[in-house]
């Protein structure tokens, strides 16, 4: 459909309870989806839980409990976060559901018939912890790569998926279509992971060792993979049934697929190998974020204990403040670390001070001297021009920006804004025109503030739903008028007269009142800050460092002759001959990529590095390590251990100085 807007986020394991990196993509995937409302889509937000395979399975025999039973318990916990999160689902996916069910046994017959799937037997590792098989030189340590988690030596007959017949296909996708994939460090990622010869597909387990999940059609002794079945949520929810009808066309192909970046390679290749082999088309964008870190660089995760409940953020700061954070602390793609120190001044500076003051001063000003009715305007005071047109480029750029999923850059635009109006507070003085009597100039001040509180919330409105209402109804709006202004705006632009001359406005509190609270009101959050901060240290105790002397100082001409490039990390593998040390790949621009001998093993997986943008000292003589060529050096910081890499967001060959 032309107007349709689907998007989807992952549909999350229920062998536990939620935490913030789950409230981020949802958040997320939420905040597009009320926008692309508010703009007049017809859309289509899925969200839901994965409730078969082995991790569920075990967490139910854990407790006690049949698999339903923990399921429909432990369901009640993710309904309960996205409720709390105000979360504007249109549908909440669950894999037990027994339609669904129905259709990925229809869709296996259909792979079937097609002469796409075969038996055969089998001798892998399966990672219950990440629920998907690995070959044994994938494994690091032998543990899973990607959880660390334990991993299992599997040796049976299982069914797979002729997978490996579309990995042309799926490269040139990818390589004609730039968009596909995001960012483009996923897209890059993907297209080394192509590279090497693609497996076809293990997608059963045999009831035997695993039953919780969904019976093949044509063998009951068996029932299909968790990833095959899970994936399959996204056409099955939006009505897609493999016996050619077409209800799932109205939102198919999906405008954006929201994951986390460790769950990439099940998205962008198993899940458009299906695709391609149901012949379904495959989604617009398959959309990869980073993650929410702890500070010993680690993903914040329920089994490592490091997570935040996003819970406790809202019930202390509320939940617009713990939306807006989620949305704007780091960029959409990156990493980020979640700190409380962070989280207080992220509040405390935008929404208290920036966009909280500015609206409380429009407000009052206007009910302490102008009768507490929104005014015609006056005279100009020569800055109001700039300012409306300042906020029709910046509303075109949150615009632009909330269409790509760059959340943080939108929510700065709009920030601008605000910013530079508490300035146009500073410099034309409403307290001085009021002392002065000069009402013609002072109406249009209070006029222009209290349009830009109505503009800046119309705009945010997709983050702080609630603020936003409460911000409208102080200035005689109601939300349905202000997706209407927003739509004009979009449309023919800021003129800064959507307020109604004489519509009374009122005061109240602040909508972000400045956080004051004493430590004790908010010990509950402390101690959880701190928990999680406790769970982040590594295990050993850290040594005190020694401050690094600085050496001997050199001579610009010395500094000189360092050539360092940007380089882009496009693959690598362990060096065969020493556990900290990794072989790279990177790209220098130049017409063969490097080949590069790090020791940065004991901090990073290749799976970390790939598509990341470092610094390359270029020059340096090539050596052999370890029986291994080395054609330069990749910059990191840390003495003896490597705390991080030295990265830049610049072109790849790019000069460094
Ligand atoms: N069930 C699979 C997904 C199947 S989709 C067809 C799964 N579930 S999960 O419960 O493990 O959720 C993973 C998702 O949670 C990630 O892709 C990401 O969206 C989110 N996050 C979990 N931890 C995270 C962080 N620390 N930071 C950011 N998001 C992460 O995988």
């Not at 926008?35 to 899925?46: E, I, L, P, S, T």
């Not at 406790?312 to 670390?337: K, M, S």
């Not at 949150?398 to 508490?422: P, Y």
Request: glycine fraction near 8%; charge should be negative.
């Amino acid at each position: 459909m032309p107007n349709s807007f689907y998007i989807t986020t992952p549909i999350y394991y229920v062998n536990g309870k939620p935490h913030i990196g789950h409230a981020y993509t949802t958040t997320a995937a939420d905040a597009a989806a009320r926008f692309q409302r508010a703009k007049g889509k017809q859309v289509f937000f899925q969200t839901g839980t994965d409730e078969h395979g082995q991790k569920v399975l075990e967490k139910a025999r854990e407790r006690g409990m049949e698999p339903m039973a923990h399921c429909d318990d432990m369901v009640v916990h993710w309904k309960e976060m996205m409720e709390r999160l105000q979360i504007s689902y249109d549908r909440f996916m669950r894999t037990t559901d027994p339609e669904h069910m129905k259709a990925v046994q229809g869709v296996l017959q259909m792979l079937h018939d097609r002469d796409l799937l075969y038996k055969q037997g089998y001798v892998g590792w399966y990672s219950p912890s990440a629920e998907r098989f690995w070959t044994e030189k994938d494994l690091i340590d032998g543990k899973c790569p990607d959880t660390g988690q334990p991993v299992q030596k599997v040796e049976e007959t299982n069914w797979f998926f002729k997978m490996s017949q579309y990995q042309q296909r799926l490269v040139d996708h990818i390589e004609a279509n730039p968009g596909f994939i995001q960012p483009e460090s996923r897209k890059n990622e993907v297209l080394g992971f192509l590279r090497q010869e693609l497996g076809d597909l293990c997608i059963s387990r045999p009831k035997a060792r695993m039953s919780w999940g969904i019976e093949f059609p044509f063998d009951e002794d068996y029932v299909t993979y968790v990833w095959f079945d899970a994936l399959l949520n996204y056409l099955t929810g939006i009505g897609y049934r493999p016996d050619g009808s077409t209800q799932h066309e109205a939102f198919w192909p999906a405008d954006f697929q929201l994951i986390g970046k460790d769950i990439l390679t099940t998205h962008a290749v198993y899940w458009t190998t299906m695709l391609m082999a149901m012949e379904v088309p495959l989604p617009k964008c398959i959309y990869a974020h980073g993650w929410w870190m702890s500070h010993d660089g680690r993903k914040m995760s329920k089994s490592l204990g490091n997570v935040i409940d996003v819970e406790l953020l809202r019930r202390n700061f509320g939940l617009d403040a713990t939306r807006y954070f989620l949305l704007r602390e780091i960029a959409f793609g990156a990493d980020g670390h979640f700190s409380y120190d962070g989280f207080l001044g992220r509040y405390n500076t935008d929404l208290a001070n920036d966009l909280g003051n500015m609206a409380h001063r429009g407000l009052s000003m206007t009910s302490n001297w102008l009768g507490g009715t929104v005014p015609a305007y006056g005279a100009s005071t020569g800055h109001e021009e700039a300012l409306v047109a300042l906020a029709g480029e910046k509303l075109k750029e949150f615009d632009a920006q909330m269409e790509g999923l760059q959340f943080h850059k939108a929510l700065d635009a709009i920030m601008d804004v605000v910013r530079a109006t508490n300035k146009y507070i500073d410099t034309t003085e409403p307290w001085a025109l009021n002392k002065a009597g000069n009402v013609d100039a002072l109406n249009t001040v209070m006029r222009t503030v209290l349009e830009v509180s109505y503009f800046a919330t119309m705009a945010l409105e997709c983050v702080i739903p609630n603020k936003a209402a409460e911000l409208f109804g102080k200035v005689g709006k109601t939300t349905e008028q202000a997706r209407a202004d927003l739509v004009a705006a979009l449309h023919v632009g800021v003129d800064f007269q959507a307020l109604e001359e004489g519509a009374a406005v009122e005061v109240g509190d602040p909508l972000f009142p400045r956080f004051r609270k004493q430590p004790e009101e908010i010990a509950e959050l402390l101690e959880a800050a701190k928990a999680a901060e406790a769970a982040a240290k590594p295990a050993k105790k850290s040594k005190k460092k020694k401050k690094s002397k600085v050496k001997e100082p050199i001579t610009f001409e010395d500094f000189s002759k360092l050539d360092l490039r940007v380089g882009e990390v496009l693959s690598g593998e362990k060096h065969p001959d020493a556990d900290k040390l990794l072989v790279l790949k990177v790209s220098l621009g130049e017409e063969q990529p490097r080949q590069i001998v790090a020791g940065i093993a004991s901090k990073f997986s290749v799976d970390d590095l790939v598509g990341r943008k470092v610094v390359v000292v270029a020059n340096l003589a090539p050596a052999t390590i370890r029986g291994v060529e080395s054609q330069g050096m990749i910059m990191a910081a840390g003495g003896k251990e490597v705390v991080d890499l030295v990265a830049v967001d610049a072109n790849v060959g790019e000069v460094v100085r």
